[in-house]
């Protein structure tokens, strides 16, 4: 009998990262070792397969390379983990899609052109005196820093905002596939996208559950606790 879920997934650099795949005193690496444990159980159990863009898998690379998670781990996340260019000639978008996005890039570049000229205002009135509790920092330098988080919230929060973010949502749709993100950005072009997607700290449990489905969980090398479900 089959018992195979056939199921895809595309994954984003937020699932690998993100704390909330962490269990108490887990360090990173101990959680991506134990997220490429459910991976591989996962491929081999139930022929259920992983995907990320080159590009998702360069960004990655280099934000666990900064984190010190050794070359085994990232090479067991090679072995897992397929990299995929996403066929960006054949896969289509909806024109609406397109023409929302650019309605709502206009909107947001308004929105940090109002940001800009606030700052700009504050500006004047500041002097060069130091921020109360901070030495090295102006009322100009504060004006500033305030202007970068509020420019950026402006234009990019909740918005495909990199080549990445658009790699993984084409390869999913051109796979049929989930998308596993923290990003809420990417959920939110998902449903514009026709795309299926989960949070990233419930994909461990949900990998957990399948397998757990097939009596697999006693070959895991990282089984699940007790307290975990199941």
């Known amino acids: 009998m089959d018992r195979s879920f056939k199921q895809r997934f595309v994954l984003d650099t937020s699932l690998f990262i993100t704390e909330e795949i962490r269990r108490d005193e887990e360090t990173l690496e101990e959680a991506i070792d134990r997220l490429l444990d459910l991976i591989a159980a996962a491929r081999l159990e139930l022929d259920i397969s992983c995907h990320m863009p080159p590009s998702i898998h360069s960004e990655l690379t280099t934000m666990l390379d900064a984190r010190g998670v050794s070359a085994s781990t990232q090479s067991t996340l090679t072995t897992w983990v397929i990299r995929k260019h996403p066929d960006r000639y054949t896969v289509s978008i909806p024109a609406d899609v397109v023409y929302r996005f650019v309605d ?8 940090g052109l109002r940001v800009s000229e606030e700052a700009v205002r504050r500006a004047e009135t500041s002097g060069d005196e130091p921020v109360a509790d901070h030495d090295h920092m102006t009322e100009v330098d504060a004006v500033i820093s305030d202007l970068r988080d509020r420019y950026r919230r ?3 929060q909740g918005v495909l905002d ?14 049929d596939a989930g ?15 026709g795309l299926r997607y989960l949070r990233g700290q419930d994909f461990p ?3 957990y559950d399948y397998l757990e489905a097939v009596d697999a969980l006693d070959r895991l090398d990282h089984p699940r606790p007790q307290d975990e479900g199941g």
């Open 104 to 111: 709502e890039m206009s909107d947001r570049v308004d929105r």
């Open 154 to 156: 402006a234009l990019r």
């Open 162 to 175: 990199s080549r990445e973010d658009f790699d993984l949502l084409i390869l999913a749709r051109e796979l």
């Open 179 to 193: 998308v596993v993100t923290e990003d809420t950005g990417i959920i939110a072009w998902t449903e514009d996208f």
């Open 205 to 207: 449990p949900l990998l």
